[in-house]
């Protein structure tokens, strides 16, 4: 009696080869059997797609980033394609292939899972927590520095234990919202823990000092500020409004903040919902990399560096 040890011939489909690079790259040359050529392949995916935007959004001069972002999507998608080519090439030139032990659908599928579903977001999630994270700005409350329709980078290595870049005044923060923990608001911030601000019309006092350095003429009769608080300087607008402005003066309490949009006649802040839980705080804004509103892009402020 003798038994069938022939090996499994199986000719590859160059369609289907193509077809799973489209969804992963390197996945088709897992099912041509090239195993190292699938490693490298999805791992340069991976490299180009997360910590490589992390890289250049945190590390580059400014004047880079737009350039490098560029760059980096050329280079994502020139290697997507590749992968496409080359399984497509591979599986036609395989006509009389021999199937490895390996090479079954359950391994296909496990592969898939392991790298869609566990592999790509466990290590978004990190550089998203820990890194840097892009945000949209859906109003105006901080024009004139942060502008409707702004998408920028937050560095997330910001008041953290074991971080350099502790919170300070003038910076400005990603913060949850208190009256709604599913929402974050963007402000920046004026008064840190023990410090005594005071809101009188359209002056800001922080330990009895106004911050007003400097005022122009803005529109509508509005007025366009430089404040300072001695180190760091920023801009804020008051509109000319007749609605009665919040009359603030308090001492901000241990571990919170009190921030202010620059829009401060346009901002729900601190003077409606109180200061903010320093914990609250997780990130700070760094730099514009798109800005689009109704559908316009605004070209002039990409790549701008917020202060």
């Avoid at 109003?139 to 300070?168: C, I």
């Avoid at 798109?290 to 560096?305: D, T």
Wanted: glycine share 8%.
């Amino acid at each position: 009696m003798q038994t069938d040890i022939s090996p499994r011939i199986k000719r590859r489909k160059p369609l289907f080869a193509l077809l799973m690079s489209f969804i992963l790259p390197g996945y088709g040359q897992l099912y041509n059997g090239e195993a190292n050529k699938a490693v490298w392949l999805f791992l340069g995916f991976t490299l180009l797609i997360i910590p490589a935007i992390a890289l250049v959004a945190l590390y580059l001069p400014p004047d880079l980033m737009l350039p490098a972002l560029l760059g980096s999507l050329l280079l994502l998608l020139a290697l997507w394609l590749y992968g496409m080519i080359d399984a497509f090439r591979s599986a036609r030139r395989q006509q009389d292939y021999v199937l490895q032990g390996w090479q079954q659908s359950g391994v296909y599928v496990l592969v898939l899972i392991l790298c869609s579903v566990l592999a790509l977001p466990l290590l978004t999630d990190y550089v998203r927590r820990n890194l840097v994270e892009s945000f949209r700005v859906p109003s105006g409350s901080m024009e004139p520095t942060v502008m409707t329709g702004d998408l920028l980078f937050a560095d997330k290595r910001y008041n953290r234990p074991g971080v350099k870049q502790a919170v300070q005044r003038g910076d400005i923060a990603i913060f949850v919202y208190p009256n709604n923990r599913t929402l974050y608001f963007i402000k920046r911030i004026i008064g840190l823990p023990g410090d005594r601000v005071k809101i009188r019309g359209d002056e800001v006092f922080i330990n009895g000092k106004s911050t007003r350095l400097l005022e122009e003429p803005g529109q509508n009769g509005g007025r366009r500020v430089t404040e300072t608080d001695g180190k760091r300087q920023w801009r804020a607008y008051w509109a000319n409004t007749r609605t009665e402005l919040p009359q603030t003066e308090m001492t901000v309490p241990p571990a919170s903040v009190f921030v202010m949009g620059d829009n401060r006649t346009a901002s729900n802040d601190s003077r409606f919902f109180g200061t903010v839980p320093l914990q609250d705080v997780v990130g700070k804004a760094r730099q514009i990399w798109l800005s689009v509103n109704h559908g316009e892009v605004k070209w002039e402020r990409m790549g701008q560096v917020l202060q």
